[in-house]
């Protein structure tokens, strides 16, 4: 979400382990264009990083023979071969040139220069990142140091990368942050080229898989957490539409917006042992462009059993701040965003359980082109963070202002969004309006996982004192 100075040191602690950015981005289709180039040859790729040949840590294994796999002491002393050395030169200048191309993609906004090193899922996934990150408030990136772990063979066309990566991303405030973080690479032949399949982070917070030990270069493995049953997710029927991978609500566009108004009880999630976070809120503009002021309450989950509960503003690209608005599990929120002049707008707070109120005027220039009401998963690390399980979340006296008339949800023309993780899983449903126009709720699917699959290259690294962010991707 932001930096947040007063923090709980546990919880700071924990969330530093997922890392954050900004909260909401507005984000354009995902329609990338431009041609892949050819891919290099495994030789080629390898001699265009002789750096990569230099690392003493990476390895090759192969998946042996029935008649190696007999013999224990072949098995444990296999002898790396000269073509396997070569494979293993060629899959480290595949993922060091994945690396470069994002940091290109992102600084030229061509998503196009990705295409020759990831699969095309992949590739649907880097640009999606890349998307977050630029409507997130972040203004470079770039890959300080990469360090090599082992590299195995799991077939001829199929091989695991460990990587230790550091990332600096330098902010459009000015700040800037390095982390480093252990990847996980899948990557496959295609038409005998490797490209990457998947990227995984496993060290991230909510993020290993359980029981996974989480092996350094330099110190023994650390037990993961305890098996969980994750129940089979519910999938998305083909052709549905209406779907983001971090929003589930309503969203009004085809007129002339200036004002959003909601209330909400502030939801108390099931702590799972993971980090996990979840954003209610209302704004202005975002849905079909790049601008976006909102306002609304969270709670986050350190994964220890800690949760912690705030109230935020944000006006895009600039990164959320907490206001001095007190919430809790239980209480009832309304929210309002109205603008008093061109490019002056007031917003305010009021907790209708304890009788709080608060309300500042922020400076903002906005297209005026939607009004929301949103149930959001934030996102953080290059990734939309794992959604928690606050059950079913009830939105009421929702209007806005349309052309200049004041108008509910229904009136505006709002339409409802599904959230649905990268792979189609759906992770939280909108209902039906309420018969005068103005609530709906929204439920969290309790067949989805609750860490949905986080994809991306290497995290971004935490803000001071951390907490995840919302960058948010396109609505249909």
Request: hydrophobic share 35%.
């Amino acid at each position: 979400m932001r930096a947040r100075l007063a923090y709980a040191l546990a919880l700071v602690l924990a969330l530093a382990l997922a890392g954050c950015s900004v909260k909401s981005g507005a984000l354009g289709p995902l329609a990338p264009d431009g041609q892949a180039s050819s891919p290099p040859s495994a030789a080629a790729a390898a001699e265009s990083t002789p750096s990569a040949l230099a690392s003493p840590t990476s390895t090759v294994t192969a998946t042996p023979s029935p008649a190696a796999a007999a013999s224990p002491t072949a098995a444990a002393s296999r002898t790396m071969t000269s073509s396997s050395d070569a494979t293993s030169a060629a899959i480290q200048a595949v993922i060091q040139r994945a690396n470069d191309e994002q940091q290109q993609a992102f600084a030229q906004q061509n998503p196009s220069i990705m295409r020759d090193t990831a699969t095309s899922d992949y590739y649907d996934q880097l640009v999606q990142i890349n998307q977050h990150l630029a409507s997130g408030g972040v203004a470079s990136i770039e890959l300080v140091k990469i360090e090599w772990g082992p590299i195995t063979l799991d077939s001829p066309s199929t091989a695991h990368a460990t990587t230790y990566e550091t990332w600096q991303t330098t902010y459009t405030d000015g700040s800037v942050d390095r982390s480093r973080e252990r990847n996980v690479y899948t990557l496959v032949q295609e038409q005998g080229a490797w490209k990457i399949q998947s990227d995984d982070h496993p060290d991230a917070a909510g993020d290993q898989a359980p029981g996974v030990a989480t092996p350094t270069p330099s110190g023994p493995a650390t037990p993961g957490p305890s098996p969980s049953v994750v129940p089979p997710p519910i999938r998305v029927l083909p052709g549905q539409r209406d779907v983001s991978n971090n929003w589930s609500g309503y969203a009004a566009t085809g007129g002339t917006f200036t004002g959003v108004t909601g209330t909400w009880t502030v939801p108390e999630p099931e702590t799972s042992g993971v980090m996990a976070s979840s954003a209610t809120w209302v704004g202005i503009g975002g849905a079909n462009s790049r601008d976006l002021i909102q306002a609304g309450t969270e709670e986050t989950s350190d994964g220890s059993g800690l949760v912690h509960y705030d109230a935020w503003i944000e006006t895009l690209p600039q990164p959320s701040h907490p206001v001095q608005f007190t919430v809790r599990p239980g209480d009832s929120v309304t929210v309002s965003i109205a603008q008093r002049a061109a490019g002056e707008w007031q917003i305010s707070f009021r907790n209708n359980t304890t009788g709080q109120s608060y309300q500042t005027t922020v400076q903002y220039t906005s297209s005026l082109s939607s009004a929301e009401w949103i149930q959001e998963a934030p996102s953080g690390r290059r990734q939309v963070l794992p959604l928690d399980s606050f059950g079913t979340i009830k939105f009421s006296g929702g209007s806005a202002f349309k052309d200049g008339k004041s108008v509910t949800i229904s009136e505006a023309g709002a339409k409802p969004i599904t959230m649905v993780d990268v792979q189609g899983n759906v992770l939280a449903t909108p209902s039906a309006l309420t018969a005068d126009g103005s609530g709906f709720s929204v439920t969290r699917s309790d067949q989805a996982p609750v860490a949905q699959p986080r994809p991306g290259r290497n995290g971004l690294p935490s803000r001071s004192g951390g907490s995840p962010s919302r960058a948010r991707d396109a609505v249909p």
